[in-house]
């Protein structure tokens, strides 16, 4: 059973061109979570979705940032018009289905994104 | 809204043990975890404790929980080189799936 898979690993845009992150989470999981992981610091929450649906953004910013899960395929992290605040590690996670170790969350190996 | 501190550096001889200590705020939290990144990788889940212990031991691992202080400890005993990595505690409030709220991490670096 292959971990959760993102891609690209490392990602280099300019100023105001888009970032696209993608995640592949496990084989039947169906929760994924997308945490940001600014250099020297902790990982914060940015949103939780299921398929389709997007259950939790409080941790996305206002603008720029748009996150999807759709019903084939991966779920996508899209920044607009990248700023060099941008530049962070950014980490998708899944769960299983509510089971009896809690909120397990996987973590994939994250894309490091460098705004130029 | 929850937060959760960790001092930033640790240093342990080879063979010793290390204790990681970690405090959080919200008296809601419900499961409180460790885990481990290592340089350029992405987190691995160690261990957790559900809020009604008070301890949990896995091999060299041993996790505490004062809920009265709201301290949770890791210890990793007999310290080895490969235990070298950033280790973060985080916590969430609900037996569903949540978001973790994660503490800034512990760098743990092994003295020969």
């Known amino acids: 059973n292959a971990g959760v898979m993102q891609n690209p690993r490392h990602l280099v845009r300019r100023r105001g061109q888009e970032a696209r992150l993608r995640c592949s989470p496990m084989?039947?999981?169906?929760?994924v979570y997308w945490y940001r992981q600014l250099p020297e610091e902790g990982l914060k929450f940015m949103v939780y979705?299921?398929?389709?649906?997007?259950?939790?953004e409080s941790g996305m910013p206002k603008e720029r940032f748009s996150a999807e899960f759709p019903k084939e395929g991966p779920s996508i992290l899209r920044i607009q018009q990248v700023v060099r605040g941008d530049s962070a590690a950014y980490f998708c996670?899944?769960?299983?289905?509510?089971?009896?170790?809690?909120?397990?969350?996987?973590f994939g190996p994250g894309t490091r994104l460098t705004v130029l | 809204g929850e937060d959760v501190e960790q001092s930033l550096f640790l240093s342990v001889r080879e063979g010793d043990s290390s204790v990681i200590n970690c405090t959080y705020t919200d008296s809601s939290s419900t499961y409180l975890y460790w885990y481990k990144q290592e340089p350029g990788a992405g987190l691995q889940l160690l261990t957790y404790?559900?809020?009604?212990?008070d301890m949990k031991q896995d091999q060299r691992l041993t996790v505490l929980l004062n809920k009265k202080d709201k301290h949770l400890s890791l210890r990793i005993a007999d310290t080895q080189t490969g235990d070298s990595a950033i280790y973060f505690c985080?916590?969430?409030?609900?037996?569903?799936?949540?978001?973790?709220?994660f503490g800034t991490g512990t760098r743990l670096t092994i003295i020969p």
């Open positions: 084989k039947g999981h169906s929760h």
């Open positions: 985080a916590e969430t409030p609900n037996f569903g799936n949540e978001k973790l709220t």
């Open positions: 996670a899944s769960s299983p289905d509510r089971g009896a170790r809690g909120n397990e969350q996987f």
């Open positions: 979705l299921q398929k389709e649906n997007i259950i939790d």
């Open positions: 404790i559900f809020s009604n212990m």
